[in-house]
């Protein structure tokens, strides 16, 4: 199962953004599905995930801004980021852990570029 990530763009400070991440098969081959991020010159860290049950868990510095979604239906996972601060930019990925191997199993990187 392959994961597609898009909705990356440029935002103004204070902005908001969704990022998506569509599986090209059932969603729940996944057992939890992340949204990393890296930004110029820093290592790649993990911003928010959701388990195949809907539990979710978010990194300090984008809680009460940011919020990952599933919808099982559309087999894709979302990531809506709102009051974006320059330090958001960064390319995101999303991530899956495959329910039967514990493998990870990456997407490709969307750009988000908050300026003014």
């Known amino acids: 199962v392959q994961l597609q990530a898009s909705g990356g763009g440029l935002v103004q400070p204070g902005g908001s953004l969704t990022l998506s991440c569509a599986a090209s098969?059932?969603?729940?081959?996944?057992?939890?599905m992340s949204w990393y991020r890296q930004a110029p010159g820093k290592q790649r860290e993990s911003v928010a995930a959701?388990?195949?049950?809907?539990?979710?868990g978010y990194a300090d510095s984008v809680k009460g801004r940011f919020t990952i979604t599933r919808d099982n239906y559309k087999n894709t996972v979302y990531l809506q980021m709102n009051s974006l601060k320059f330090e958001d930019t960064a390319v995101y990925y999303c991530?899956?852990?495959?329910?039967?191997?514990?493998?990870?199993?990456w997407g490709q990187g969307t750009l988000v570029t908050v300026s003014s």
């Open positions: 991530k899956g852990v495959l329910a039967d191997t514990l493998e990870d199993s």
């Open positions: 098969g059932s969603i729940f081959s996944f057992s939890v």
């Open positions: 959701i388990s195949s049950g809907g539990g979710t």
